[in-house]
């Protein structure tokens, strides 16, 4: 079974500070994924790595895939209250019809 | 654009009842998931459909769930009889197939309780 653990499950930090979320595996995958969850919606896709070694930036966060494409990082600089909320990493099993497998999930609380 | 809608969007029920939940995938999509969301267990992935074939069904909990796909624009998960273990967000998402690493859509989930 292939599993994606996520690490720390719960972040409290004030407005201003920076954080890395990190989302580890034994097992390889084609490609990761990180997605931002609000209460009472769906998540919504934020970036997709692909490449081993990868380093992706939307804005303030950075996102990076492992050289061996079994982890992944988020880097959220300067973290703002609107950063709130749940992130979840998830891995491509295979190729382009794989199923994804999630990260249990961390809970981000920005305080301003 | 519409997105992947879903309905009901919270149901309560009595344990032992029949629960269905349905979903609109997004136009065009030919990939339909069924993910079921809870604090315990996270976002569990229960079904997958392919151009409305079932792909992989390994995450259904037991007999008591069941989908299906009649169509491209239209999908089902039902639960009978239903259990309060079965309390949870199930989420419905849909993507375009044949592209790598391409997005997936969620829709805003249904809530459901079973009392």
């Known amino acids: 079974t292939q599993l994606l653990e996520q690490s720390p499950q719960f972040l409290s930090i004030q407005e201003g500070e920076n954080l890395t979320v990190y989302c580890n595996s034994s097992?390889?995958?084609?490609?990761l994924q990180w997605y931002r969850q609000e209460p009472g919606e769906g998540p919504v896709l934020l970036v997709t790595?692909?490449?081993?070694?990868e380093v992706k930036k939307l804005k303030r966060l950075t996102f990076q895939f492992g050289d061996a494409r079994k982890d992944s990082s988020l880097h959220i600089t300067a973290a703002q209250t609107g950063d709130t909320g749940l992130y979840l990493c998830?891995?491509?099993?295979?190729?382009?019809?794989?199923?994804?497998?999630f990260g249990q999930g961390t809970t981000l609380q920005v305080k301003p | 654009d519409a997105g992947v809608i879903q309905s009901p969007r919270h149901e309560v029920t009595e344990m032992g009842q029949e629960v269905t939940l349905r979903c609109k995938p997004i136009?065009?999509?030919?990939?339909l998931f069924w993910y079921r969301q809870t604090m315990m267990r996270g976002l569990e992935l229960l079904i997958y459909?392919?151009?409305?074939?079932?792909?992989?069904d390994s995450g259904m909990p037991e007999d008591r769930f069941s989908a299906k796909m009649p169509n491209a624009s239209f999908s089902t998960l039902k639960i009978q009889p239903s259990e309060p273990r079965d309390s949870a967000v199930y989420f419905c998402?849909?993507?375009?197939?044949?592209?790598?690493?391409?997005?997936?859509?969620f829709g805003e989930g249904s809530w459901l309780t079973v009392v």
């Open positions: 998830a891995g491509a099993t295979s190729g382009n019809t794989g199923k994804l497998i």
């Open positions: 790595v692909v490449t081993g070694g």
């Open positions: 097992s390889v995958f084609s490609s």
């Open positions: 136009s065009g999509h030919n990939s």
């Open positions: 998402a849909s993507r375009r197939a044949g592209l790598f690493g391409n997005t997936i859509y």
């Open positions: 459909f392919n151009n409305n074939v079932p792909i992989d």
